[in-house]
């Protein structure tokens, strides 16, 4: 089982910055990718930007240059920098694990993602 909590949500002005924070914990040994994934309201969940871990990282098209994903082996912790935020970015965003095989196919889906957090809201306005 992998735990996973989010932080550091908020509401900030559009053109502002919000840093994320998941702590994972539990047994983290079978991880394969971790991520965030955003949802807004009457949307599909989707995928800002995803680690293999030890390896890539890839960014959904929207967050590309404005995003930044970083992960840290050590604390078995992510980050999600956001920079340049837009009033489109407010969702509600979760951090994510797999410990499925996940291919290049479906790293971004969110059905390849077995353990979930509970989800931290970001609100951007204009």
């Known amino acids: 089982q992998v735990k996973l909590v989010e932080s550091g949500g908020g509401a900030v002005q559009a053109g502002g910055s919000l840093r994320l924070s998941c702590a994972a914990s539990g047994d983290t040994s079978g991880t394969s990718y971790m991520g965030w994934f955003r949802q807004a309201p009457g949307m599909e969940r989707e995928g800002v930007g995803v680690i293999y871990i030890g390896g890539m990282i890839y960014y959904g098209d929207s967050v590309k240059g404005r995003f930044t994903i970083s992960h840290d082996n050590a604390r078995n912790a992510l980050y999600l920098q956001m920079n340049s935020l837009k009033p489109e970015d407010t969702a509600m965003y979760y951090c994510?694990?797999?410990?499925?095989?996940?291919?290049?196919?479906?790293?971004?889906?969110?059905?390849?993602?077995?353990?979930w957090g509970q989800g931290t809201q970001v609100t951007v306005s204009s």
């Open positions: 994510a694990a797999s410990t499925n095989a996940v291919s290049a196919y479906g790293r971004m889906s969110p059905r390849r993602y077995n353990y």
